[in-house]
């Protein structure tokens, strides 16, 4: 009797603090929501994301690979073959 009595007791006290734990999250769920509003996506991507020019430019360029534009041609290459691999249409 005693062993269902301490059961019974522990259901009740995880029902008690799961309930607590839920009145809780709403407040919080809220402020998450309002502070991942309040970032901006585009802050945290690392793409050049603007209007774009009529020819492009060496700078234009550079921040599209994610280069300086002083880079030389070894690193051109390889950011334009890493780039060009992500955006394939083969891929996955």
């Known amino acids: 009797a005693r062993r ?6 522990g259901v009740a006290t995880v029902a008690f603090a799961g309930r607590y734990a839920f009145h809780l ?14 970032i901006s996506t585009s802050s945290l991507s690392s793409y050049y994301k603007g209007g774009f020019e009529q020819k492009m430019s060496r700078r234009e360029a550079s921040l ?5 534009p002083s880079a030389g041609k070894a690193k051109i290459r390889t950011a334009h073959r890493r780039i060009m691999i992500l955006n394939h249409p083969d891929k996955g």
């Open 4 to 9: 269902m009595i301490a059961v019974g007791l």
């Open 64 to 68: 599209i690979l994610g280069v300086s």
């Open 25 to 38: 999250w709403k407040p919080l769920e809220q402020a998450i929501t309002e502070t991942a509003k309040r």
